[in-house]
């Protein structure tokens, strides 16, 4: 016989906002929009004839009817995901990520192994670019990209805002004559990367300064925190990128001022979402960017 049954993204969608009481929180555990959830919830209330949530102002609460069908079905997917996981677990899988270079060698590789613990039949090809070619054509599954998230004709999700710091070597601020506050910037030699203008850390410093022109450019940011490091200049850079490094003491951030700027993201291939381990590494990306840093590698 032919089963008449709901579409699975519409049920997903509806244990995950009972779970969480929430829509929002029911689209970051899907990896969905708020509008997204909304839909596929109104879509199943239109296919039942009922409605499951009883919507007040920005709260939701089940229904009778929702509390009846919730108890229903929660055992079959539960089921459902138990047979897949079982069947899929001998099939191996190839996710093909390209990151850009810094925040692949200086963040993911160090988290990499929890990943693999979680999904070991899941082989990863791991490659660097700060290009789009490769994601829009298909060349791999997805990418690690900076930027404000604005990508036409790429589903992309946003690991986090970024915090921009300075930072240099333990010695640097007293080859200068001292760097105690953001004016005497004007002592430090500057080192500089195409996406990570200093005008943002200026104006949370109170400088209303012009982009400053001076200093040495680098297109490798893990060149440029190196460089720092090694006592050549004063670098900004992401706080996640260097936090191992504070911690170590090999570098210092001699300002206490920081500037929020825009951040990371994982950009889907056009066929992506359709596949469950690209999504599972999606959301493992997403719940590591948010987690505290390890031990080895917290902030100073």
Known sequence: MAFRLPPMHALEAFESAARHQSFVKAAEDLCVTQSA????IRQLEDDLGVRLFLRLNRN???TPAGEAYLASIRGALADIEGATRAIA?????ELRVSVAPAIGSKWLVSRLADFQRQYPAVDLILSTSTQLGNIRSGEVDLAVRYGDGRWPGLESFKMSDEVLVTVCSPAYPASVGGLGEPAQLLRARLLHHP???WRPWLEAA????P???GGVRFDDAVMMIEAAAAGHGLALCPRRLVESQLAAGSLIQPFAVAALDR?????????GSSRPWVMAFVRWLLA?????PPASGGAA
Do not use: C, M, T
């Open 37 to 40: 959830v909304s839909h596929r």
């Open 60 to 62: 939701i609460v089940l």
């Open 89 to 93: 677990h001998g099939a191996r899988h």
């Open 195 to 197: 996406i990570l203008p």
């Open 206 to 209: 109170g400088l209303d300064w």
């Open 211 to 213: 982009e400053p022109a």
């Open 263 to 271: 951040g990371y993201h994982v950009l889907l291939a056009p066929d």
């Open 288 to 292: 590591a960017a948010q987690a505290a």
